[in-house]
Antibody, heavy 119, light 109 residues
């Protein structure tokens, strides 16, 4: 059974960089045919796709966040990471990592981690 | 960007009833790459339906999806207490590659 677990970032100061890691177990992150995404949900709002990374290392980002986002992969530790720079209160959200298993569907998700941005 | 509009925002029903949730896209979704998720407080979203009408692994047949193009429906027959949650639709295709609806809250009447 594939499992995804986000690291705990907790509190991030305004204008600083948010960093999260998603540890994948029960399957290889390098397996072809899948991509690995970050998705967030701000309080009282809907879900927003941030970006993803493929087994090739290719990345794609939501244009609304592209200038501030970097997603990378650490194959040796079977995990992938998110960096979001210059954060503001609007970046306060629960951040999820998820696998896209084909047909555009997210079939495995982490439990999510709450990141709060404060002054 | 394809905007997904879900209706109603809140649906109040009783256990045993049938729920019909709607998801309308601002443009036609190529390949019907439309998925539905269930979200309960403190839990990750759970994939229910992919490619508009295919049940995900382990999802009971009381959940069914239908539709194509711009109009999609999730139907839950015979509601049970554990089905009361927030439901999201999600599309794949145009930039940004993935967008979600704002959700329908299914609550106990």
């Amino acid at each position: 059974q594939l499992r995804l677990q986000e690291s705990d970032s907790g509190l991030v100061r305004t204008s600083q960089t948010l960093s999260l890691t998603c540890a994948v177990s029960g399957g290889s992150i390098s397996r072809a045919g899948y991509s690995w995404s970050w998705i967030r949900q701000s309080p009282g709002k809907g879900l927003e796709w941030i970006g993803n990374i493929f087994h090739t290392g290719n990345t794609y980002y939501n244009p609304s966040l592209q200038s501030r986002v970097t997603i990378s992969v650490d194959r040796s530790n079977n995990q992938f990471s998110l960096k979001l720079t210059s954060v503001t209160a609007a970046d306060t959200a629960v951040y999820f990592c998820a696998r896209e298993g084909g047909f555009g569907m997210f079939d495995y998700w982490g439990r999510g981690t709450l990141v709060t941005v404060s002054p | 960007e394809i905007v997904l509009t879900q209706s109603p925002g809140t649906l109040s029903l009783s256990p045993g009833e049938r729920a019909t949730l709607s998801c309308r896209a601002s443009q036609s979704i190529s390949g019907n790459f439309l998925a539905w998720y269930q979200r309960k407080p403190g839990q990750a979203p759970r994939l229910l339906i992919y490619r508009a009408s295919n049940r995900a692994t382990g999802i009971p047949d009381k959940f069914s999806g239908s539709g194509s193009g711009t109009d999609f429906t999730l139907t839950i027959s015979r509601l049970e207490p554990e089905d009361f949650a927030v439901y999201y639709c999600q599309q794949y295709g145009s930039s940004p590659a993935y967008t979600f609806g704002q959700g329908t809250k299914l609550e106990i009447k």
